[in-house]
């Protein structure tokens, strides 16, 4: 037990058994990941952020039973709304003025997102006060990387580009916060894959050890699956977990993206 909350979005996508474990608070709790049946059109129908009013009450009910409640917010302009963090900051201090609240801002989406999260309760569940954790989630912060290999990239605002005799071409992606930064249009999607693996690696490699991998995918588990089991034979890592898209994140990224985001080198 401790006396800090964790709050933070959905689109962290962190696995839900981890988030369990953790007690982090996530909003909204009871996301729907994309599923391999789902269209496009279907995710524009129906998939919305988390309001800043669900932030607000998560993070009153917080404040309610621990001394200081940390909202880790995406800060990549799509996660939750932009004003959620000081809206909570001021029912927290109406509603119950003894309870400190903090706001750290991840600055990164995914995964990327995610980790910071779990590193900064990881610290407070082995005796950190909350001072350190958000040094040790600021530390990850500064070391997460997330690459993805879009289906669809036109989704993200990056457009597809058709080739005579092609189909749209994919993308390979850097995701950092808001910006999509396109590494490479691979024809095939084997490529693409291939293309997605091996410039992981490669960083990976370079950036230490103590590897801590997640694995994304929307509605494209078979080859997460694969690309786990790869890197866990391949290389060393601490952790690997499979980390299944929220409908809300594959508005953004889209069906059968498959991305990687990851941190070494803290432990």
Not at 187 to 202: M, N, P, Q, V
Request: hydrophobic residues 50%; aromatic residues 4%; glycine residues 8%.
């Amino acid at each position: 037990m401790t006396d800090t909350a964790i709050v933070i979005d959905a689109d962290a996508c962190v696995p839900s058994g981890l988030a369990r474990a953790l007690d982090l608070i996530v909003v909204p709790g009871d996301a729907p990941t994309l599923s391999p049946t789902d269209s496009i059109p279907q995710l524009g129908l129906d998939a919305t952020p988390s309001t800043a009013e669900q932030v607000v009450d998560a993070c009153v009910a917080a404040a309610e039973r621990v001394r200081t409640v940390l909202y880790i917010s995406a800060n990549d302009a799509f996660a939750s709304a932009p004003d959620a963090g000081e809206r909570a900051r001021a029912a927290v201090t109406a509603r119950a003025p003894a309870t400190r609240f903090v706001t750290q801002a991840a600055n990164s989406t995914l995964m990327g997102y995610g980790w910071q999260a779990v590193a900064a309760a990881r610290a407070l569940s082995a005796g950190a006060v909350p001072e350190e954790a958000i040094a040790v989630a600021e530390r990850v912060r500064a070391r997460v990387h997330v690459l993805a290999m879009l289906e669809h990239p036109e989704l993200s605002g990056v457009g597809g580009v058709n080739v005579p005799g092609t189909a749209r071409l994919r993308a390979l992606t850097a995701l950092r916060g808001v910006a999509v930064h396109v590494l490479a249009r691979p024809a095939k999607r084997e490529d693409a894959l291939i293309a997605l693996r091996d410039g992981f690696a490669a960083s990976a490699r370079a950036d230490g050890a103590s590897l801590h991998v997640a694995v994304h995918h929307a509605g494209a588990g078979a080859g997460a699956e694969a690309l786990a089991l790869w890197v866990r034979r391949t290389l060393d890592p601490a952790e690997v977990l499979i980390a299944p898209v929220t409908r809300h994140a594959a508005t953004r990224f889209g069906p059968r993206m498959i991305g990687v985001a990851w941190y070494s080198g803290l432990d």
